[in-house]
């Protein structure tokens, strides 16, 4: 089993910044690539940014690079999404998730609660 707790979102005016904290436990959190979804009610839920067990590699979605950079502390056992230059179409629920490998968009085994990122115009 599982637990990954997010944290960070809130209400921030467009162009300004957020950064989002993701918490594991209950596994290896080294030996799991981790990535950052989002999801807006009533649409699927889209892959934004993912990092590799050790941290060198990421990969983004074409709508958030330059913009956010996914990083990782393994002795924290936290995964963080910076959030630069926010636009109101950000506006979502934003989830961290271990995916089943480092290249997967789509492919995850476990995802939090969510946290809430609104940006205003």
């Known amino acids: 089993q599982v637990q990954l707790v997010e944290s960070g979102g809130g209400l921030v005016q467009a162009g300004g910044s957020l950064r989002l904290s993701c918490a594991a436990s209950?596994?290896?959190?080294?030996?799991?690539?981790m990535g950052w979804f989002r999801q807006a009610p009533g649409k699927e839920r889209e892959f934004v940014a993912a990092?590799?067990?050790?941290?060198?590699?990421?990969y983004y979605a074409d709508f958030v690079k330059g913009r956010f950079t996914i990083s990782r502390d393994n002795a924290k056992n936290t995964v963080y999404l910076q959030m630069n230059s926010l636009k109101p179409e950000d506006t979502t629920i934003y989830y961290c998730?271990?995916?089943?490998?480092?290249?997967?968009?789509?492919?995850?085994?476990?995802w939090g609660q969510g946290t809430l990122v609104t940006v205003s115009s």
């Open positions: 209950g596994r290896r959190f080294s030996n799991s690539p």
């Open positions: 990092i590799n067990q050790s941290g060198s590699n990421t």
């Open positions: 998730a271990v995916l089943k490998y480092y290249g997967a968009t789509r492919e995850y085994d476990y």
